[in-house]
């Protein structure tokens, strides 16, 4: 079973030995890089270590847009030596979980995008209800989930 753990001071470092697989380095930025968004968002974020018995194998952010309003999800990754587990899915069942007790404001749209050349991140976000919306910027599209 997957389970989402805030990165605290005690776990971050865990996160900075996450990699992709080589080919999947252009889809998602390294957890670097969103711990410093996330330090600049803080009022409005939680960054999460996807863990699986105990282990940190992925992380994912959730931010609040105050101007939309919507929950945005961010950098969803698991690491490529646990890829092809089932973890993706659940720590996304995790994460729209977390959503659905409001941590940030009042809002039922969750939105993230998806690189085009990415299909198996995709069929992963349309499986549990996301829906492109027809936005596109570059070579990321936009897919939305409304909550019940």
């Avoid at 890089?33 to 803080?42: D, E, F, K, M, T």
């Avoid at 198996?120 to 596109?136: C, H, M, N, P, Q």
Wanted: hydrophobic share 40%; net charge negative.
């Amino acid at each position: 079973m997957v389970e989402l753990k805030a990165i605290t001071e005690a776990n971050f470092m865990d996160a900075f030995h996450l990699n992709l697989a080589p080919e999947q380095e252009n889809f998602v930025s390294h957890p670097i890089r969103s711990l410093a968004q996330a330090y600049v968002y803080r009022d409005q974020c939680q960054p999460s270590g996807i863990y699986a018995e105990g282990k940190m194998i992925g992380y994912i952010m959730v931010i609040y847009d105050y101007d939309v309003p919507e929950y945005d999800l961010w950098h969803m990754m698991i690491d490529r030596a646990e890829q092809g587990r089932g973890y993706g899915s659940e720590a996304l069942d995790r994460v729209i979980e977390y959503i659905k007790t409001k941590p940030f404001g009042n809002s039922n749209r969750v939105a993230l995008t998806c690189n085009k050349n990415n299909p198996v991140a995709r069929k992963l976000y349309e499986s549990r209800g996301f829906v492109a919306t027809g936005i596109e910027d570059e070579d990321e599209i936009e897919l939305v989930l409304m909550l019940a």
